[in-house]
């Protein structure tokens, strides 16, 4: 297993540090990133740095994506110089992009017709679980690729195989309304709490080990009081995710009220232009709306 040749495309906030523990791992990991200078990283510890998708599909037994968004996807995988293009038969593809289940069903099928295996495997755990090597994949495909694939995985945290093609998108994109409504309830129990007149550091010592504790309240619940928004995942990528979600919710009939205004509360955000910074600032909404302004505070952006 620790011959097989991996390809890797996106070398962002997520997708750097992620590559990084394959090569670091002694995979031979050829990359490509639009700008490939954010490529240096890797090619000092080994990685090679090509110049097309089509040459890294070349050099590669397994190609991850780690992009911004379905149409970068759909144009690294099939657009002229993909990685299609590239690919031997037998090779295996994992889109780990926060995409549209839609366009995974779609690369699953022409792998089929191509003898292709892909996989759509999003994540959760933000930039630090990606750092730590501890994210959380939620795979979508055939049991027996991820079960080849476990090896490279485990050297960036765990998988869950959730179902058939498109089922690690669909299982993102209710990961995000969660986590989205977490952060919500959280900021919201924040601001009642300090224009209250409590103290906010209290309040998270006093509910965390109640049923108002969380994950999201361990990880964002301080950040938001010392209105730290440096991202772990940008705000404008939650503002995707859940228009994504909303739209797959009309396909399926679906009526999600809170998913909505949820959506909304972080447009608001982007439309202030606050959408490079991380979600946990969708409590600037809740202070806009409960006149609270960023006067008020000193924002920690560096």
């Avoid at 657009?79 to 090779?91: I, S």
């Avoid at 089929?112 to 630090?128: E, L, M, R």
């Avoid at 994109?173 to 977490?182: D, P, S, Y």
């Avoid at 991380?278 to 924002?299: F, K, Y």
Wanted: net charge neutral; proline share 4%; charged share 15%.
């Amino acid at each position: 297993m620790s011959k097989l040749r991996v390809g890797w495309i996106g070398t962002g906030l997520m997708g750097m540090p992620m590559c990084m523990h394959l090569v670091r791992a002694g995979y031979p990991v050829t990359v490509f990133n639009r700008t490939r200078a954010k490529t240096q990283p890797l090619c000092d510890e080994g990685a090679v740095s090509v110049a097309s998708p089509l040459e890294v599909a070349q050099a590669a037994d397994v190609v991850f994506t780690m992009l911004t968004n379905a149409s970068d996807v759909r144009q690294v995988m099939l657009g002229p110089g993909g990685v299609f293009e590239g690919l031997r038969p037998g090779a295996i593809t994992v889109d780990s992009t926060s995409s549209e289940p839609s366009l995974a069903r779609e690369l699953f099928q022409i792998g089929i017709s191509k003898g292709i295996h892909c996989v759509d495997a999003p994540v959760s755990g933000g930039d630090v679980g990606a750092q730590e090597g501890s994210l959380a994949f939620m795979a979508g495909g055939n049991a027996d690729t991820i079960k080849v694939l476990e090896p490279l995985f485990k050297c960036m945290g765990k998988v869950t195989h959730v179902g058939p093609a498109g089922a690690g998108q669909i299982c993102k994109l209710a990961n995000q309304i969660t986590v989205a409504a977490n952060l919500t309830g959280l900021s919201e129990g924040l601001i009642y709490a300090e224009k209250a007149g409590l103290n906010p550091n209290l309040f998270l010592k006093a509910v965390s080990g109640g049923a108002a504790g969380s994950k999201v309240m361990d990880i964002f619940g301080a950040k938001i009081v010392q209105r730290d928004f440096l991202p772990g995942g940008f705000a404008e990528n939650m503002v995707k995710d859940l228009g994504t979600a909303i739209k797959e919710a009309q396909n399926m009939g679906g009526c999600f009220p809170g998913l909505a205004l949820t959506q909304q509360l972080f447009l608001s955000l982007v439309a202030h232009g606050d959408g490079r910074l991380g979600g946990q600032a969708v409590c600037l909404s809740l202070q806009r709306l409960n006149n609270i302004t960023s006067s008020d505070t000193e924002l920690k952006m560096q």
